[in-house]
């Protein structure tokens, strides 16, 4: 099955970068910075530490923890023994926390104490799954990173045979129906996707990438995959904080980050005396003040193209379609597409159906949900839960999510899972959930609803109790009380006259949502 | 072992191109363009008519003919049954021929009939293997190409399994030990290896490629297999000819081809009238006449990178190592690379080595050669024959070939191959290769010849001999007759003496090579 002399993974990888760029950093956070050999090194022991801590193929470690360049050497670790790393959403709430444990019965956890110590721990109390051991990311005692990372043996120079085909990253999305799923993604998959982002997102050994953004989603981790495996260095910060962001492109001299206008215009400030240089990043023209502070780099396009965690990111990119009629391009040479009706059939150009892709930048499945995986994975085909539209010369149009969903600065929120929520307060009957327009986040989620005959409940009491559930982005910033939930003939809520009435709007898609 | 949802092939890209790149033109050759739509009918075709002539899964299809972008259309076609196509070198003589024959046993055998046509036949003819169904590519009958073609289906919609792991083609490459031998490469190596060429080479889907070069080498072919799968449209000449090539690129407005000197300069004088609009070929600076006449591009560099055809032509390129002491450059993201001294043992940083690679791109194997496969892949690492040096900064450059070798244009000899030819001659009783400077071509061919006592051989009879055995272009230019031939204490050939004595030079990587 594993044909050695073809063989390439994150770890053979990694030993061709200590000889090919000797002394090179490979990674750099907090002001310590690890060249290639000495990141080998790190792997080496904890590939041990993790092979005598009983971890083997298929297993799950769990990063309860921010962002760190950690994640990196462990995803790295993990994989060389087949088993599996999922990156945490730190922003979760301890219900979920306890959920998503339960879900992975993780044999490794790593958890972080500063500023997210106290939900982890009631997450971990909530949750049934009582096994797994548990190592603290910043501790220093007996049961810290550290000190579990040095109990490995350095010198095992690895080659063991690892199946490059199966799952080595969990990433959690879409809670299309209530509750949040982790994509399995395989070596194969996150290296194939590697060549066409490097080209398409200009990345190449000489990139020096600030990682800002959660590395528990595809956005930000695909990068830093991607300047890996291209020889570059990964500057991390723990989390979006315009002082960290400052100094580390001042120190590292990095090229290439990403960051909301929001962080660019607080660096702005920060830096008005100019005690930053972070002219080496190469950035997209913004205010003529930023401009002055960054080398700004021409743009072909600020179309970043359509994909979703479950194909890797990114699947349709602009850059394959220069000129063509729908702005979001068509499919990457690793990818195969099609606009399908209810039942699988090809749409006619111009005609609006579900984006449906092939290839092997679609993910083994998520984890544990062989129903699910069976329907997304129909005759064939990965089924995106997304509408689209080929134009006349073949290029894509993306419309929208096919089932309502609201857009909170970057994050998506599903109005199912925040419905599922609310309807366990006790007082509750009913319950709907629409977007908001906000000037600075897109949208903000406002809940509609219906308490049960004798019950009472007031707008905080439903906040906090979400606020108790759910991570706290998704909770509502409003509440409104009804005497009842309109209902379309089919029995679904009616969104489209709750948005009338309670002012919704500036949904990602538009109006082309079916439900 | 095959995963439906994960599947990427020549077919499936072609069925996808069909649907991303609407009416637009695959190939054009002579006057003739195809769409991607024609082209996957043509390809559905050749599939049902090669199946019905019996080709099954590692069966072999020989290309006995010039360029044509049927070598293409058969190749995507051969690969949807497991089978694999052969283009041959149209140069060879009829011995040569006739050994390839025998050593591939091809199922089906297209073969040309202008300008090759004897030799062909006289090959046919000396060959022990009399099967195989031949099909004539230039003719108009019952047994022509476009016949057969004709006689498969179009509509067999094609969605079988295939291993695109398995051999797809074969290329005939390196006698280093006295006879070619068949580079087997599979659909997944050649998928790969494209997604470096595209960004390297500058290749994309507005790519208007002329393929002037010989598809029997992976110089030309590669290209074309990256201009497929990118989506650009591949435009071909049956052989390097400056009118054709002028009168291509006008009528396709080519953006892309590659060109010796030579040809450049026959395509100004005939266009001094400028009847030819070549202006779209993105050109590499030439001489000012040249410049005037295409789309002058600013090159980034001039070195090509190294590879060979077992590693699917380019394995380290200089734009992985920009300002790096190697002028080479590093490995591509797809390989990885040591330098070894003969117990595989690596040299340090420095120090001249065999050049070793692992990794998706290198070839299955020689076709029917398990000792030479096993020697060349021996401690999981495909072994090169060619001498380099990893430089402080890890970057390569490449020395030259481990054995000795000449270089007469693109062409490689080995002084082996042409040795072992003569020697069969019955006058002869030894005899050395030595190569010569030529100003044009870099080297020719000078052959050292003992007698055997009492026999006598002009230097005609010697030529003559391998103008009927071995390719023309191998075949020695002059021949010089010696009472004993000088050995080294080792009783290889003293080719140093020789060079010294006959005034042997300008060698591909110097005075290095070994023996």
Chains 1, 2 share one sequence.
Not at 36 to 55: H, K, M, N, P, W
């Amino acid at each position: 099955m594993f044909d050695t002399i073809r063989h390439l993974s994150f770890y053979t990888i990694l030993e061709e970068h200590v000889r090919s760029y000797p002394g090179k950093i490979a990674h750099a956070f907090g002001g310590q910075s690890t060249t290639f050999a000495q990141l080998l090194e790190r792997v080496d022991r904890l590939i041990d530490a993790l092979e005598t801590s009983g971890v083997v193929a298929g297993d799950r470690i769990l990063w309860l923890g921010q962002n760190s360049d950690r994640i990196m050497e462990l995803l790295i670790a993990a994989s060389q023994l087949d088993a599996m790393l999922c990156p945490s959403n730190w922003r979760q709430s301890k219900t979920e926390l306890a959920a998503q444990i339960d879900d992975l019965e993780p044999k490794v956890i790593f958890w972080q104490n500063e500023e997210v110590g106290p939900e982890i721990r009631a997450g971990r109390e909530l949750a049934s799954f009582k096994g797994g051991r548990w190592l603290q990311h910043d501790g220093d005692g007996e049961d810290s990173y550290e000190s579990f990372l040095a109990s490995g043996r350095a010198d095992r120079n690895d080659h063991r045979e690892v199946d490059t085909r199966a799952g080595a990253l969990i990433i959690y999305t879409a809670a299309f129906d209530g509750r949040p799923n982790g994509a399995v993604l395989s070596q194969n998959t996150i290296l194939l996707e590697n060549l066409v982002l490097a080209p398409t997102q200009r990345i190449s050994n000489e990139t020096v990438f600030l990682a800002v953004g959660p590395l528990f989603h595809l956005g930000t981790l695909m990068q830093c995959l991607t300047v890996f495996h291209l020889g570059g260095t990964n500057v991390f910060v723990r989390r979006s904080d315009a002082q960290s962001i400052a100094q580390s492109i001042h120190d590292h001299k990095c090229t290439r980050t990403w960051l909301v206008s929001k962080t660019m215009d607080e660096i702005i400030e920060l830096n008005h005396d100019r005690r930053y240089d972070i002219s080496s990043l190469r950035s997209i023209p913004y205010t003529e003040e930023w401009n002055r502070m960054v080398t700004v780099e021409p743009v072909e396009t600020h179309v970043p193209g359509y994909g979703q965690t479950e194909v890797m990111g990114l699947a349709v990119l602009p850059q394959y379609g220069r000129h063509a009629i729908g702005i979001f391009g068509r499919p990457s040479p690793l990818c195969h597409m099609r606009i399908v009706d209810s039942e699988d059939r090809d749409v006619e150009p111009g005609q609006v159906g579900e984006i449906v892709f092939r290839g092997p930048i679609v993910m083994n499945g998520y984890w544990r949900r062989p129903e699910l995986n069976a329907q997304r994975h129909r005759n064939g085909w990965h089924h995106t839960n997304d509408l689209g539209r080929r134009e006349a010369d073949g290029s894509l149009t993306f419309i929208g999510p096919k089932v309502q969903m609201i857009k909170s600065g970057v994050e998506n929120i599903y109005p199912a899972e925040v419905e599922a929520c609310i309807r366990r307060h006790p007082a509750v009957a009913d319950c709907g959930i629409i977007g908001v327009p906000h000037p600075q986040w897109i949208q903000t989620v406002k809940a509609i609803v219906v308490l049960k005959p004798g019950s009472e409940a007031t707008e905080k009491d439903i906040v906090e109790h979400c606020r108790a559930q759910i991570a706290s982005y998704k909770k509502p910033s409003s509440v409104e009380f009804r005497e009842d939930m309109p209902r379309l003939a089919s029995g679904g809520v009616n969104y489209k006259l709750l948005d009338e009435i309670y002012g919704g709007g500036n949904y990602p898609g538009g109006e082309t949502r079916t439900s």
